[in-house]
C-alpha cells in the first residue's frame, strides 16, 4: 500500500500510441488474435522523456546493479538491504517533473514478521505545480494535505542523514497500520524524497540506519565543481545574447518541459526532455542548438548552468 504522498508522486504512463496507416492519417488499429499489430500499421510512440546525448546523466537515468542503486545525476549511492531488491521499474517523468527514482522491497518469498518498502521519488522544483520552493516546504505541504485517515506522527523537523540535512516527516494509517517516514532534501533544484512504510516500527528504524550509509554530494562548495549551478527561470533577456525559436510542423497542446546544461563558454551542450513527441524534440533541439547565453560567473569563475524552460502550452 503506498502513502498518499507516494500516490501524489506516482506518475501515470505518459505513452501514448497511435495507430497510423500506410496513408500516414491517424486510425484505431485493433490488435490480431494473436497479440500482433495488423500488416500495414505503425505504432508510433508519444510524448517521453528523451536527452540529446546518452552519456549525460539524466534523472530517470538510475539503476540497481549488484544489490546497489546508483544515480549519477543526483550523485546518489545507496546499498540495498540484504536480498532486497527494485521491485518495479518506475514511469517515465511526468510532464510537470516527478520520478519514481527506484521501488525497493524484499523478495516475494520473504516470510518475515512484517514486509516494508522503499520508494526513491524526485520531483523537478522547475516545473512543480505545487506551491513549495524547497524541500522543507514541499514536505510541510504533503503534510497539510494528508486525506483525513492518516495522523501525524512526527511534525516535519531537520535531521542529518548520510551527512546531509533532510526534513523528515511521520505519519500513519490507524486503520491500515501502516506507518510512513518521508525522508526529503534538495539536490540539483529536485526535491529527492525516500519514503520508508510498514507495519513494523522496528524495520523502519532499520532502514534509517541503513540510509546514513548512503552517499550523496555534499552541501559545500566543492559540490558546485561537479555539478553545473541551478538557476531557475536563467533563459531571459538579461542572460540571453541570441535566441531562436522552434519551428513546429504540427499542432499540439501538451506542455514540454526541457532541462539544459549550458557551458562555459555560454553554448547548450545537453538538452533532457522530460516529456515531448519526437516531433517536438527535434524541433526544440534544432532551436537550443542556435542559442547562445552570457557566460555565468560565480566566485570569479566561470561556471557551466543547468535552468528549466517550458515549451508548448498550447498551439505547438
Given at each position: 500500500m503506498l502513502s498518499p504522498l507516494a500516490r501524489h508522486l506516482l506518475i501515470p504512463l505518459l505513452c501514448v500510441s497511435f495507430a497510423v496507416g500506410q496513408s500516414a492519417q491517424p486510425q484505431s488499429a485493433q490488435l490480431a488474435d494473436d497479440g500482433k499489430v495488423p500488416s500495414g500499421v505503425i505504432i508510433v510512440k508519444g510524448a517521453w522523456s528523451s536527452a540529446s546525448d546518452s552519456t549525460t546523466p539524466v534523472p530517470e537515468g538510475g539503476s540497481v546493479t549488484n544489490g546497489v542503486y546508483r544515480n549519477d545525476y543526483f550523485g546518489m549511492t545507496y546499498s540495498l538491504p540484504h536480498n532486497w531488491t527494485e521491485e518495479y521499474k518506475g514511469p517515465p517523468p511526468s510532464d510537470h517533473g516527478r520520478y519514481v527514482l527506484a521501488q525497493i522491497a524484499p523478495p516475494e518469498t520473504f516470510t518475515g514478521s512484517a514486509r516494508g518498502s522503499i520508494l526513491m521519488t524526485a520531483e523537478d522544483m522547475f516545473f512543480t505545480p505545487v506551491p513549495a520552493k524547497s524541500a522543507a516546504e514541499f514536505v510541510n505541504y504533503s503534510k497539510d494535505h494528508l486525506q483525513p485517515d492518516y495522523k501525524v506522527e512526527q511534525l516535519p523537523q531537520p535531521i542529518t542523514l548520510?551527512?546531509?540535512?533532510?526534513?523528515?516527516?511521520?505519519?500513519?494509517?490507524?486503520?491500515?497500520?501502516?506507518?510512513?517516514?518521508?525522508?526529503?532534501?534538495?539536490?540539483?533544484?529536485?526535491?529527492?524524497?525516500?519514503?520508508?512504510?510498514?507495519?513494523?516500527?522496528?524495520?523502519?528504524?532499520?532502514?534509517?540506519?541503513?540510509?546514513?550509509?548512503?552517499?550523496?554530494?555534499?552541501?559545500?562548495?566543492?559540490?558546485?565543481?561537479?555539478?553545473?549551478?541551478?538557476?531557475?527561470?536563467?533563459?531571459?533577456?538579461?542572460?540571453?545574447?541570441?535566441?531562436?525559436?522552434?519551428?513546429?510542423?504540427?499542432?499540439?497542446?501538451?506542455?514540454?518541459?526541457?532541462?539544459?546544461?549550458?557551458?562555459?563558454?555560454?553554448?547548450?551542450?545537453?538538452?533532457?526532455?522530460?516529456?515531448?513527441?519526437?516531433?517536438?524534440?527535434?524541433?526544440?533541439?534544432?532551436?537550443?542548438?542556435?542559442?547562445?547565453?552570457?557566460?555565468h560567473v560565480e566566485n570569479g569563475k566561470v561556471v557551466e548552468v543547468e535552468t528549466g524552460i517550458m515549451f508548448g502550452r498550447g498551439g505547438n
Open positions: 548520510a551527512g546531509r540535512n533532510f526534513t523528515f516527516l511521520k505519519y500513519w494509517s490507524p486503520v491500515a497500520e501502516l506507518h510512513w517516514f518521508v525522508l526529503a532534501t534538495e539536490i540539483r533544484c529536485h526535491t529527492v524524497e525516500i519514503v520508508l512504510s510498514s507495519r513494523d516500527s522496528d524495520l523502519l528504524q532499520s532502514l534509517m540506519r541503513s540510509l546514513q550509509a548512503m552517499k550523496l554530494p555534499d552541501e559545500t562548495g566543492s559540490t558546485a565543481e561537479r555539478f553545473p549551478v541551478c538557476i531557475k527561470h536563467y533563459a531571459t533577456e538579461a542572460n540571453l545574447i541570441n535566441r531562436v525559436e522552434p519551428v513546429f510542423n504540427e499542432a499540439r497542446f501538451n506542455p514540454v518541459p526541457v532541462r539544459i546544461i549550458i557551458d562555459k563558454s555560454g553554448s547548450v551542450r545537453h538538452i533532457h526532455f522530460l516529456s515531448a513527441f519526437p516531433d517536438q524534440a527535434q524541433a526544440i533541439t534544432a532551436a537550443l542548438k542556435q542559442w547562445k547565453f552570457r557566460p
